[in-house]
């Protein structure tokens, strides 16, 4: 029987191979977020029929329906196995089975869609093209984490709310994280309204109530666990990624003014809980093998305590995805202008990697369930074009961005469309994409 | 047809007579905690066998099994709809169908259960004794919310948090509440083990990672959310308690000092997420009905906003259920010592009531969803035998409490068992318990 770390890396060289061209043209294309070495997740359906979410995964331009695969018989043993798991209307029981079970489907998958594959014409009937399909949130999320692992973030959202004191003592030693609302995780293109709620107005003594005025985005990754642990059991560093099924793009909508009068003691919560979006790909970690870099900390910082600390999370934990934020006004969509780029960073920058955030969320026992949820954090990088929420962006409100068209912002505004880009690129790897997630503000239910 | 209000008020006027007996003779004894006028719901299944869990009422010392009545076709019309949404393993069923369903449900059962009844041979081989009785947490919850509502709890712990501003300056406006985690909470019985993680030790300018050493309670109630409400949309106050399926006991297990270093900026995580401890039975708000008092503001406090007030709210918004914590030591268990009560106080004390939570909750368009759970907060009352959590009656640690038996505690010690206890009791009302909750702590893992 080979181990499953030597499996694991001949499907990492084998399923890499940037020689790899697949029977579906438009993935061979160049810049195609979805060539045969990326081979991401969702759950999908035909747009406009009432029929069933199931699993697929994206090639080139297409879906290949997971239920229809593994209704053709394509695929036996494990393979086999994960994909019947995989053809339900939610990916959880998918990410329940484990990183053997996740590789022996991603090699299986990657040799029946290369050129010259036996499998093309069984295959070929379970294509939907991407063009004609709607996604559902990927999976049943049990818990929602969001953590604040941009250091870069952190200083400068501190630096607003706590001018004294912008990053708080613990900041170097915890991953800090705390619990998100489940139940508001929505699929990138549904709009959400303007959520009402108490502000204390600058200079104030008394909260007046009303919609949002100081409504904003946060740029983060979506990181969906597999297989989960027993509670009372952490999951070491060593093991901290195999619970891992993949990431995703992710946008923490937040109402500035109502975090700034609710947040104390306890923390976010309305400002924060109306709406979240994730894009319905998710990127498997073997996917984003080509992409991990070095994780380090700057001179001077202090070491991560032991249980945050391995010698693979300082080789290679951090990962280079590329990230994006564009925002189009009600005004750019009717004068035909796309969106604009008003944030540009990479993921690399986070102060804490995903291994420390799922070792930190377990060590005192508590148990982490397939489907379950964690976001980053917002992931602003270290210079000015890197923030990555208005807040930022804007000095607190005070500097407003300029957009092409004329039109101005310091906070969102009613119909402006927000889109998060991902993507990983280097020379001597193939593109991987995870194309976007975008929601659109509604106006307020009682404004 | 007749109108919901006036269904609900009949039901509850007859359905409440004290002087209705039960053919289940253990519910008429003087102080029985489920009396006729009681009928609780749980999931439930005989003790060491591998039945499902299913939905269960109890009666006396007996468990009507839903599941068998449902088979029994006993009920007809909405309450014989409830009872078959009431047969499956979890609750979530019967709490989605809403006030008027679990109206009907409860007056078929109060009716096929009082002495005299035709239903009592179809019922009484549905009754299965409580001695042999094992329980589940009673819903599949979504997404747990932790409220804040003891002003008297929120002002002695920011105290010793906050010295300088011990009640934030939005506690009396806002009904504060943050996300807790739903995965980690266990039913009344199950024990946990003492959370590893950071803390800051006293003078100290770097953590130190370990088992913590100030393991503290909390005494809640929870409350479970019946029927949800779309996104977008939020419940007026006029409306919530219809959205309020019942209550239940529940014990926030907290390390204190885990909290201290990790809270800030974000509120609590590690503190809290390693277990939460609910009890198996979740009481009706109609089977309450009868404690129903005012709630009122202290003199000179501001009024809620008008989105947080009601009539109804000011004039019995409030509840009095009798709370009680209880402490046994692994030596108080050794010599024979029963638990010993450390805290007494009532739910009437609270500063929000469950409409406020409901109402605040979603009126940022937050959705809640059947199964939900709130904790009403430490229910702390305004004198020093009412402090509900040990890091007040300690003082913080300072002011270790005496014990039976010689012992004493500042904090947890390893084989503590806390039990939660609640009740009704009032002239012309008949008493309605909640009975017990209760969790033992266990040594942690590698320590």
């Not at 597999?226 to 099924?245: D, K, L, T, W, Y």
Request: negative net charge; aromatic residues 8%.
């Amino acid at each position: 029987m080979t181990l499953p770390s030597e499996s694991t890396m001949a499907t990492l060289n084998e399923t890499h191979d940037p020689a790899l061209r697949s029977w579906v043209d438009a993935a061979n294309a160049p810049g195609s977020d979805f060539p045969v070495q990326n081979l991401p997740f969702a759950v999908f359906r035909r747009r406009g029929t009432g029929e069933s979410f199931r699993g697929g995964v994206a090639i080139g331009d297409q879906v290949l329906d997971l239920a229809a695969a593994a209704r053709s018989g394509v695929f036996v043993g494990a393979a086999g196995a994960a994909l019947e798991a995989a053809a339900g209307d939610k990916l959880n029981a998918l990410m329940a089975l484990g990183p053997a079970s996740w590789s022996a489907l991603r090699l299986a998958l990657s040799r029946a869609l290369r050129a010259g594959a036996p499998q093309e014409t069984a295959l070929r009937s379970c294509l939907v093209p991407q063009a004609q399909a709607e996604y559902d949130v990927p999976a049943r999320i049990g818990d929602y984490t969001d953590f604040y692992t941009s250091v870069h973030h952190a200083s400068n959202i501190g630096r607003l709310f706590r001018p004294d004191s912008p990053l708080t003592p613990n900041y170097k030693w915890v991953p800090i994280g705390y619990h998100g609302r489940s139940s508001s995780i929505v699929i990138s293109g549904e709009s959400f309204r303007r959520p009402m709620g108490q502000a204390l107005p600058p200079g104030a003594s008394e909260p007046v109530f009303g919609a949002s005025r100081r409504l904003d985005i946060e740029l983060e990754l979506g990181i969906f666990i597999g297989s989960g642990n027993p509670r009372g059991e952490a999951i070491p560093m060593a093991e901290a990624e195999s619970h891992v099924f993949g990431l995703c793009l992710l946008n923490d909508w937040s109402a500035r003014d109502l975090q700034a009068w609710e947040y104390q003691p306890l923390g976010p919560f309305l400002a924060k809980n109306f709406a979240t979006t994730v894009s319905p790909w998710v990127v498997t970690l073997e996917a984003l093998a080509p992409y991990r870099v070095p994780f380090e900390r700057p001179a001077g910082d202090p070491q991560p305590l032991p249980y945050l600390d391995s010698p693979a999370n300082r080789g290679e934990g951090a990962l280079d995805i590329q990230l994006q934020v564009e925002l189009q006004t009600v005004g750019m969509r009717a004068a035909g202008l796309p969106g604009a780029a008003i944030c540009r960073t990479s993921y690399r920058h986070a102060y804490w990697t995903i291994a420390q955030m799922v070792a930190h969320h377990t060590v005192n026992g508590c148990n982490l369930q397939p489907g379950d949820l964690f976001g980053s954090g917002t992931l602003s990088g270290p210079t000015e074009g890197e923030a990555a929420a208005l807040i930022e962006m804007t000095q607190g409100g005070k500097k407003p961005i300029a957009l092409p068209g004329g039109e101005s912002r310091t906070w969102l505004e009613d119909g402006d469309t927000v889109t998060l880009r991902g993507w990983c690129e280097k020379a001597g790897a193939t593109r991987i994409g995870f194309v976007t997630c975008a929601g659109t503000v509604a106006p307020a239910a009682l404004s």
